[in-house]
């Protein structure tokens, strides 16, 4: 499958290992994200409204981290603007022009007709729609500084759009792909190794999060963050966490019962992998 790297514009993915103190101008816009969760439940019936576990959940981090956002302590991420923006259904500048502009620049700089920045009030159209202009062929996908370890597991607190990755539009509606529900992550580490190499563009379908019998998938584990390995039904009512990597002396696998399965966030399945042969 032919695909172009349409833009790449870098963002660090890395804390630092000393979180600073953030300026008044990032608590300003912090505390306006927790007030726009607030007039959003507001204004819903108690049944209806987002409790903090449910928006971990959905943008993909630890409550603790998601509260570390909305008290002032971590700065706003793009990523989890965009999400929160889709989640309320409002403007990304309603709580930070700094992010709107932002990924204004970015969506301008890359021939993006519009960025995925202001989603109507009334409408939860996902901000990740873009249309490549004179580029009618190919559809942009998010791609992000996150990684999925095919090693011992990638803790992924700080997430940032790194730009957009264009894949041919046919080629998405040949294999039943919606942009909406995809994004571009890295692989890191060799335990997926030879089907998975260190490095490999990795291809993640958010919208295929059941299990399902020898495919690969990007999974949350509160012990070891964020993983990319093969599912394998077990033939003992359970699942098998697999590494492709024949050295199970370094890369073992991991059953789980069939409960236990759902103590692993599947984040999606990996339907497509780039890298050097």
């Not at 804390?15 to 959003?40: P, T, V």
């Not at 706003?76 to 989640?87: F, G, H, N, P, Y």
């Not at 024949?246 to 992998?273: F, M, S």
């Amino acid at each position: 499958m032919e695909m172009v790297n349409y833009f790449q514009w870098e963002y660090s993915c890395e804390m630092n290992k000393e979180r600073r103190q953030l300026l008044d101008w990032e608590r300003e816009e912090c505390a306006a994200l927790k007030k726009a969760i607030a007039d959003f439940n507001a204004s819903r019936p108690k049944d209806k409204r987002l409790t903090q576990d449910e928006i971990a959940h959905t943008v993909g981090m630890s409550q603790g981290t998601l509260g570390s956002h909305l008290n002032g302590h971590r700065p706003l991420t793009q990523k989890l603007a965009v999400s929160m923006a889709e989640m309320l259904g409002v403007p990304i500048g309603s709580f930070s022009k700094r992010i709107e502009d932002d990924i204004g620049r970015m969506a301008s700089a890359a021939g993006l007709s519009h960025a995925p920045a202001a989603p109507d009030a009334d409408s939860r159209t996902p901000p990740r729609s873009f249309d490549l202009n004179d580029e009618s062929g190919y559809t942009g996908v998010l791609q992000l500084t996150a990684r999925g370890s095919t090693g011992d597991g990638d803790d992924n607190p700080h997430v940032e759009i790194r730009g957009v990755m264009a894949f041919k539009s046919a080629w998405l509606r040949a294999n039943n792909l919606n942009q909406k529900n995809l994004d571009v992550i890295y692989a890191n580490g060799h335990s997926m190794e030879p089907t998975i190499n260190d490095g490999d563009v990795l291809l993640v379908d958010e919208s295929k999060v059941e299990p399902k019998d020898g495919q690969i998938f990007a999974m949350q584990s509160e012990s070891k963050g964020t993983i990319v390995k093969r599912l394998v039904k077990s033939d003992f009512d359970g699942w098998i966490i697999r590494s492709d990597n024949p050295d199970k002396a370094r890369y073992g696998d991991e059953t789980l019962r069939d409960g236990e399965i759902n103590e692993v966030r599947i984040i999606g399945r990996v339907v497509w992998r780039g890298g050097m042969l």
